[in-house]
């Protein structure tokens, strides 16, 4: 089953969150994407993922898609490179998707933190449950439900609040509102001690 997934038009700010709640500087992240499938794929959906890409891939040092379609990635590849100096890795999905689970359980070099985050566009297959391990972030882009987080006195729910809930792998993170930070940052000293009694 697919969702709707309203963040990806501000998913700079939701990625920046996810990456701060799992201890991880954007310099550091080792993105994957697996692309979406590519028979009876709308341009919307295309669309949307360029999107993404475009908002979070200037801060990034390293980026690999696998996709079916390795050549509709061929323009922003080079932009990519000429701006921004990232060489981006495409490689077939379908030769790839086998080897993951061996590369997210056999991690080569000691001592290093896990910080391979894989995003998984892909709308009609099952959760790769595979890769839901200790050297893999896995999150379902389309596959899981992201909500606002419900919050109240008797913590049942109540108020809706801005937070955001991300599912990575079998966990929840909540990722705090981007719309918070925007609010606080224009208040100056005054304001906030005036306002918050």
Same mark, same amino acid.
């Given at each position: 089953?697919?969702?709707? /997934?309203?963040?990806?038009?501000?998913?700079?700010?939701?990625?920046t969150?996810?990456?701060?709640?799992?201890?991880?500087?954007?310099?550091?992240?080792?993105l994957?994407?697996?692309?979406e499938e590519q028979?009876?794929?709308?341009n919307?959906?295309?669309?949307?993922?360029l999107d993404v890409?475009?908002?979070?891939?200037?801060?990034l040092?390293?980026?690999?898609i696998?996709?079916?379609?390795?050549?509709y990635?061929?323009d922003?590849?080079?932009?990519?490179?000429?701006?921004?100096?990232?060489?981006? #890795?495409?490689r077939?999905? #379908?030769?790839?998707?086998?080897?993951?689970?061996?590369r997210? /359980?056999?991690?080569?070099?000691?001592?290093?933190?896990?910080?391979?985050?894989?995003?998984?566009?892909?709308?009609?297959?099952?959760?790769?449950?595979?890769?839901?391990?200790?050297r893999?972030?896995?999150?379902?882009?389309?596959?899981?439900?992201?909500?606002r987080?419900?919050?109240g006195?008797?913590?049942?729910?109540g108020?809706?609040n801005l937070?955001?809930l991300?599912?990575?792998?079998y966990?929840?993170?909540?990722?705090?509102?981007?719309?918070?930070?925007?609010?606080?940052?224009?208040?100056?000293?005054?304001?906030?001690?005036f306002?918050?009694?």
């Open positions: 089953m697919a969702y709707d /997934n309203d963040f990806l038009r501000e998913f700079a700010p939701v990625f969150g996810i990456l701060k709640a799992l201890g991880i500087s954007i310099g550091e992240a080792e994957e994407i697996l692309d028979e009876g794929a709308g919307f959906e295309l669309t949307e993922l890409l475009d908002q979070i891939a200037a801060e040092n390293f980026l690999t696998y996709t079916e379609r390795p050549a990635f061929e922003f590849k080079e932009t990519l490179y000429e701006e921004n100096g990232l060489l981006v #890795n495409v077939d999905k #379908n030769q790839v998707i086998s080897n993951l689970h061996y997210a /359980n056999h991690h080569s070099g000691s001592g290093q933190a896990k910080r391979r985050i894989l995003l998984d566009f892909e709308r009609r297959s099952a959760c790769y449950k595979e890769l839901i391990c200790a893999y972030y896995y999150i379902p882009i389309y596959k899981k439900c992201w909500r987080k419900k919050s006195k008797d913590g049942r729910g108020a809706e937070d955001i991300v599912p990575i792998g966990n929840t993170v909540a990722v705090g509102s981007v719309y918070d930070e925007k609010k606080t940052s224009y208040l100056d000293k005054f304001e906030l001690a306002y918050t009694r």
